[in-house]
C-alpha cells in the first residue's frame, strides 16, 4: 500500500506560505530607496574621479608636450621667474587645453563641456601654470573650481540625507603635474 502525506501538513506548510507571501516585496520596498541613493553615490563619484583623472592626465601630458620648449638654462642654474613662465605658460597652457578638449569635444578657447558642466575656457581659471622653486621648472593645475555651485550630479539627494552642514562633495576638482628638470 502507498504512504500518503497527511493533508494536515500539507495545508500547514501551505499556510505558511501564505503567511510570508509579500515579505519580499515589502523588504524590497524598505530596501529599494537604500540601494539607489548608493548607486546615485557609486555613480557620481565615479564621474568626479573621472574628471579628476583627466586633469591630471591633461596636465602631465601638457607638459609632456611641451617639453621642446624648455630652455637649456632651466637644467642646470635658476630660471628668471618671468622669461621662464613667459617661455612655458603659453604653449603648456595650450598643450593642456587640447588634451581636455579631445574628451569633451571642446573647440578653439572652450574647454567644452564635462558631464553637462561647462569647463570655461583655456585662459580662464581652469588650466593654471606655476613656477616652482624646489627644484621643477613649473607645474600645471587644472581644476574645476567651486564645483558644488555646478555638480555633475544634484548632491543634495546625498548631502541631504547625512548628518551636518558640510557638504561630502569637493569643493574643487583638481589634477595637477610637475616638470621635474633635474
Not at 568626479?48 to 630652455?71: C, P, Q, T, W
Not at 621667474?81 to 595650450?94: Q, V
Amino acid at each position: 500500500m502507498k504512504k500518503t502525506r497527511p493533508p494536515h501538513l500539507f495545508s500547514r506548510d501551505l499556510l505558511i506560505n501564505k503567511k510570508q507571501r509579500g515579505a519580499a516585496g515589502i523588504e524590497a520596498v524598505f530596501l529599494l530607496p537604500l540601494v539607489l541613493i548608493l548607486l546615485f553615490a557609486i555613480i557620481h563619484y565615479s564621474m568626479i574621479f573621472f574628471a579628476a583623472s583627466l586633469f591630471e592626465h591633461a596636465a602631465k601630458e601638457g607638459i609632456r608636450n611641451s617639453m621642446s620648449y624648455v630652455d637649456e638654462s632651466c637644467y642646470f642654474t635658476e630660471c628668471d621667474a618671468t622669461e621662464t613662465k613667459d617661455l612655458f605658460s603659453g604653449p603648456i597652457t595650450d598643450n593642456t587645453a587640447a588634451v581636455i578638449q579631445n574628451f569633451t569635444g571642446g573647440t578653439g578657447d572652450s574647454l567644452g563641456v564635462l558631464f553637462g558642466v561647462d569647463l570655461g575656457n583655456k585662459n580662464g581659471d581652469t588650466i593654471d601654470v606655476k613656477l616652482m622653486s624646489d627644484g621643477d621648472c613649473c607645474q600645471v593645475q587644472v581644476s574645476l573650481q567651486d564645483y558644488p555651485s555646478e555638480p555633475f550630479l544634484p548632491t543634495e539627494i546625498i548631502d541631504g540625507l547625512l548628518p551636518g552642514e558640510g557638504s561630502v562633495f569637493p569643493a574643487h576638482i583638481t589634477g595637477s603635474a610637475a616638470m621635474k628638470l633635474n
